[in-house]
């Protein structure tokens, strides 16, 4: 079954405790990304990644790394997680450049306390 | 479920009634467009989308109009089942931005029996 998984699927943590949720498909995908979605806000794009060793910036990268070492797998590094990354994280994926059909995993929620 | 649509707009409409979810969008230079449904606890799923050298694009019980002289998206879904009871975001892109993606705040839409 072609599908996106991330986990964990919920994260409870403290303030500065670095975390990672990784992220696979299962498509052969060339793209990738990471959103962040929270009340009232829609989805907002962390980082993507076009193919294996590239990867750059969306609109709220601040407070986030990733990297793209194998072309199914795009893990979403925490290094010093803060409250304000609370929210529920998707990982998406699509096959070249068509980033508008994208297939999304089911989410993390990750709270920081 | 993921509760992350506290405080989106919210249309209700009868079981076998049309839809219409109507959607901002905010750059006019954006030239691909998309719709997408997000069911309870599910990460977002690709609807349909359409190019800005069109005004009109059917899929199966669904159409997406694009008025571009006002910077207006509708999704319309025809003969609305309880099974389309969802969050529905628009996105856009821009010419040589088609590596991200700018989502819309979404609108609920609740089908009533």
């Known amino acids: 079954e072609a599908q996106v998984t991330q986990n964990p699927r919920y994260l409870i943590t403290v303030t500065g405790k670095k975390l990672t949720v990784t992220c696979s498909q299962n498509?052969?995908?060339?793209?990738m990304s990471w959103y962040r979605q929270d009340p009232g806000l829609g989805l907002r794009q962390i980082y993507y990644s076009m193919n294996v060793e590239v990867t750059d910036k969306g609109d709220v990268p601040e407070g986030y790394k990733v990297s793209r070492k194998e072309k199914r797998n795009f893990p979403l590094i925490l290094e010093s997680p803060s409250p304000n990354q609370t929210s529920l994280y998707f990982c998406a994926s699509s096959l070249g450049r068509n980033v508008g059909e994208q297939y999304f995993g089911p989410g993390t929620r990750l709270t920081v306390t | 479920g993921e509760s992350v649509g506290l405080h989106l707009p919210t249309l209700s409409v009868q079981e076998g009634d049309n839809s219409i979810i109507n959607c901002a969008y905010s750059n006019s230079a954006s030239d691909y467009f998309i719709w997408y449904k997000q069911e309870s606890g599910k990460g977002p799923q690709f609807i349909i989308d359409?190019?800005?050298?069109?005004d009109k694009r059917q899929g199966q019980r669904v159409t997406v109009l694009l008025n571009k002289t006002v910077k207006h998206l509708s999704l319309q879904i025809a003969a609305t089942q309880p099974g389309d009871s969802a969050v529905y975001f628009c996105?856009?892109?821009?010419?040589?931005?088609?590596?991200?993606?700018?989502f819309g705040a979404g609108t609920r839409l609740a089908v009533h029996p």
């Open positions: 996105a856009e892109t821009t010419p040589g931005g088609y590596n991200k993606l700018i």
């Open positions: 498509m052969n995908h060339e793209y």
């Open positions: 359409i190019r800005s050298n069109m």
